[in-house]
């Protein structure tokens, strides 16, 4: 190991993961920072990821592997902490991996309690949605971070999510602040809102933050629709209701109790939301997307709409990095206003350069009407992308209904 670096302990809690136990730590065994140990957590799985565990600790001295009953990803992260020898610890899931300079630029200094990073939403080699912290890069110090994180870290009312991803995996913790935390967080049971259990609360404590605005994280996402096993759990509410009341006693213990309360309650309350995607009522989902899943990362594209729609979609574009938005337009160019963006008449797409059209509305209706003016400004079918929370795509894939050009 090399003496001049603090040890780096990475902790991998392993559930049934023997598709990709092997990627996700030979990523690891890539990197460029020397001194690091790898704890691999055994949560008992029932498949042969802990034959593989075993084999590969066989292979690197770097390596330990334990196995222990299946208990929770929160319980085998608290137990592979105890075990760790690391100044610092950091998490990554056994079915992600990491970028091989994940942590060759971090600067882990005595005077820092976290590091914070981005995040890559991974689907597929075309579709990534790459997600930098939502706050400014740089480094904290405690009246700061009371004074501009806290506020908005579990709900931010601009985003309408957390300012803060709660995950553990994007971030490096001093060891001495975290295992505290995770040792209350395995106590709840829980696969929603455990790691909220143990980033939010930890936030009111710590003394100095240090912000990265970089991505060396790869998640790998469900497919596209897919719902979370932990939503889909016929005790998802009792257990999410368990992860409010520990977030609000803890929370009650700080001074901040007031600043933390009205975004406890929405985070509660959007939490419950997500329950609704197991039942076949679409008329009941209030979340807009932008269609990531339909267009390839890094496609230049014309946002076609300036409503709140548009807002929404432009926003979301903006904090994931995933497309370049070449033009803005609106039927309504003229009386549109927007602080630091121009909207154009769409008869700028006749002249422009991109790969798609998104039209950001809602309804069918003015959907197709608005696809049948791209027609007759040369933009060809398979350029054009609509998504609504609402009406039958193919429908709308397939019929071309009759009318005005959209104004």
Not at 222 to 240: C, H, M, N, Q, T
Not at 312 to 325: A, P, S, V
């Amino acid at each position: 190991m090399t003496k001049n670096k603090p040890l780096l302990s990475i902790i991998v809690p392993v559930y049934n993961q023997e598709r990709y136990i092997n990627e996700c730590v030979k990523s690891i065994l890539k990197q460029k920072y020397l001194t690091l140990e790898i704890i691999l957590v055994d949560d008992g799985s029932s498949d042969q990821s802990g034959v593989l565990c075993d084999a590969l600790a066989e292979e690197n001295a770097s390596i330990k592997v334990l196995h222990v009953k299946n208990g929770g990803v929160s319980k085998a992260r608290f137990l592979g902490v105890k075990v760790s020898k690391g100044d610092w610890i950091t998490f990554v899931d056994a079915d992600d991996w990491i970028d091989e300079n994940a942590y060759k630029d971090i600067i882990l200094e005595n005077s820092c309690d976290l590091v914070i990073t981005g995040i890559c939403r991974y689907i597929d080699a075309k579709h990534q949605i790459m997600q930098l912290p939502y706050l400014r890069e740089g480094a904290f110090n405690k009246k700061e971070i009371i004074d501009e994180i806290v506020p908005v870290m579990l709900w931010n009312p601009r985003q309408e999510t957390w300012a803060l991803d709660p995950s553990l995996c994007t971030k490096i913790f001093k060891r001495k602040i975290i295992l505290e935390y995770l040792e209350k967080s395995s106590e709840i049971d829980s696969h929603y809102g455990d790691d909220s259990t143990v980033i939010f609360p930890l936030m009111l404590q710590v003394e100095s933050v240090q912000i990265i605005r970089k991505i060396y994280y790869y998640h790998r996402q469900r497919g596209a629709g897919e719902i979370p096993p932990y939503i889909k759990d016929e005790d998802f509410i009792s257990k999410l209701y368990k992860v409010y009341e520990n977030l609000k006693r803890r929370f009650q213990e700080t001074p901040y109790w007031e600043v933390m309360k009205p975004q406890l309650d929405c985070f509660y309350i959007n939490s419950v939301e997500l329950k609704k995607r197991c039942y076949e009522y679409p008329q009941l989902e209030i979340l807009a997307h932008f269609p990531f899943d339909r267009i390839p990362q890094e496609s230049r594209v014309v946002l076609y709409g300036a409503g709140n729609l548009g807002k929404q979609y432009w926003e979301q574009n903006f904090r994931y990095h995933f497309c370049k938005i070449v033009s803005w337009v609106d039927g309504n160019y003229r009386t549109k206003e927007m602080e630091h963006h121009v909207i154009e008449n769409p008869e700028v797409i006749k002249k422009g350069d991109f790969d798609y059209v998104v039209i950001a509305v809602d309804d069918y209706y003015v959907a197709k009407e608005i696809a049948l003016y791209l027609n007759e400004l040369g933009v060809k079918k398979e350029q054009i992308v609509w998504h609504s929370i609402r009406a039958n795509h193919k429908e709308f894939e397939e019929c071309s209904p009759k009318g005005e050009k959209p104004i």
